[in-house]
């Protein structure tokens, strides 16, 4: 059963950074509660503020305004008790490339008054082979491994997870995310930041949409997919110099949202096979060739492009703070 304290709860967060003209918002009056329990994901594209809001609620900077507690504390007032009771996971954890695996664990484990014992989290983590190795040695998804081995030794209330697959290969990718429905199962809290939504669908009990350092969409990745009001994307393009008018798409059968999106159209739609006769014949009555088409499920990251009109991975910048 949740704890009736949330995890994390902050009310219009800000964070600006002095600039050359205007300052830049990082973090734009952002609100967001985590039970207690949940595995939480914060997504949106790199300068979204992902990282800068899990480091303020890290306690390793402070906000320009707003209010946050974790855990029922608030940094600044019982910041001891709150570094013994969380664990963390940067993106990217620079550790003692001589030391040994083992070594490296013990030396995190004795930050914390009480914690698990380093050779069982090291069993929990897939190491155990691994443990007189030194980490300058470990390959990349060892080393993850061991970064959140680090950030579960002290047996954590919360974990805060910052990326903690970039980089990886599908292999590792996954050995994490075992690793990390094991911690949740032990009814801790984690707190994840990803770009990746096939990550957030697997993982998180709830996720928020970040955009421009403001939430832009919460819920159960159900809840958001079934935002669209169609569980499937249909996916085409035209032959060069081709083109369709998105207003005439948008009045298709069984189509509820229709974009362009450089040379390619993405529709949502209720059902695939009203949708599909009718955009064929709509095509072919306007004399236009498919170059190709695809069909799929929807997902979180259809969700963002529908809510910003763009993808995750493209660049984002931040926007300026208005003129008083």
């Excluded at 393009?237 to 993405?266: C, F, I, K, S, W």
């Excluded at 949502?268 to 499920?297: F, G, M, Y």
Aim: hydrophobic content about 40%; some cysteine; aromatic content about 4%.
């Amino acid at each position: 059963m949740l704890s009736m304290t949330p995890a994390i709860l902050c009310r219009n967060l800000h964070k600006y950074y002095p600039a050359r003209g205007e300052p830049v918002r990082a973090v734009n009056g952002l609100d967001l509660e985590v039970h207690s329990g949940e595995c939480f994901g914060l997504l949106g594209p790199n300068g979204a503020g992902k990282t800068t809001t899990i480091e303020i609620l890290e306690g390793l900077m402070a906000p320009t305004s707003g209010d946050v507690e974790v855990l029922g504390r608030r940094w600044g007032e019982h910041d001891n008790e709150l570094r013994q009771r969380i664990g963390v996971s940067l993106q990217e954890t620079r550790l003692a490339e001589k030391l040994t695996v083992r070594e490296t664990l013990i030396l995190f484990r004795s930050f914390y008054a009480t914690g698990q014992n380093p050779d069982e989290v090291l069993e929990q983590v897939g190491l155990t082979e691994k443990a007189n190795a030194q980490v300058g040695k470990l390959s990349g998804g060892q080393r993850q491994r061991l970064s959140i081995a680090c950030g579960i030794v002290g047996d954590p209330d919360l974990l805060f997870l910052d990326e903690p697959t970039v980089g990886l290969d599908p292999h590792a990718r996954r050995q994490l995310w075992e690793i990390l429905r094991g911690f949740r199962a032990r009814g801790k809290t984690l707190l994840l930041t990803t770009h990746y939504m096939d990550e957030a669908e697997r993982l998180c009990d709830r996720v928020a949409v970040i955009d421009h350092g403001k939430v832009i969409a919460l819920g159960t990745p159900t809840e958001l997919i079934s935002s669209l009001q169609g569980e499937h994307l249909v996916e085409f393009a035209l032959e060069p110099g081709a083109t369709v008018e998105l207003a005439n798409l948008q009045r298709l059968n069984g189509v509820v949202h229709a974009m362009q999106e450089e040379d390619r159209y993405l529709l949502t739609v209720t059902h695939p096979h009203l949708a599909l006769p009718a955009l064929l014949r709509h095509l072919q009555e306007a004399n236009t060739e498919l170059a190709r088409l695809t069909t799929r499920h929807a997902s979180l990251e259809d969700v963002f492009v529908h809510l910003t009109g763009r993808r995750l991975e493209e660049p984002e910048e931040a926007a300026p703070l208005p003129t008083p």
